[in-house]
């Protein structure tokens, strides 16, 4: 079992920068892939990235490509989401999640955290 806590959400300005981070507890979190979602008020929870347990694959849905970077630091139990070029239609809450498998689009979280609010002005 592995538990997730998220930081660095915040309101940006459009165009702005953010880096989120999911610090995961346990000895096994090199064995989790893990991913970001965001839900946005009325919405339902998408995936946003996923990254391998080893760090060597990485999936973002077409609307991040570019502008997400999805990393993770095995020795420091941690994994991140550098976002760029925020645009309003990314203001959401944002979840981190870990699974046992791994299934790009198809990645589903079997653990989750508390979510952090980001907030994107025009």
């Known amino acids: 079992q592995v538990q997730l806590v998220e930081s660095g959400g915040g309101l940006v300005q459009a165009g702005g920068s953010l880096r989120l981070s999911c610090a995961a507890s346990?000895?096994?979190?090199?064995?989790?892939?893990m991913g970001w979602f965001r839900q946005a008020p009325g919405k339902e929870r998408d995936l946003v990235a996923v990254i391998s347990s080893s760090g060597g694959t990485t999936y973002y849905v077409d609307s991040v490509k570019g502008r997400f970077t999805i990393s993770r630091d095995n020795s420091k139990n941690t994994v991140s989401l550098q976002m760029d070029s925020l645009r309003p239609e990314d203001a959401a809450v944002y979840y981190c999640a870990a699974s046992r498998s791994y299934a790009s689009s198809g990645f589903r979280g079997d653990y989750w955290g508390q979510g952090t609010q980001v907030t994107v002005s025009s």
């Open positions: 346990g000895r096994t979190f090199r064995n989790y892939h």
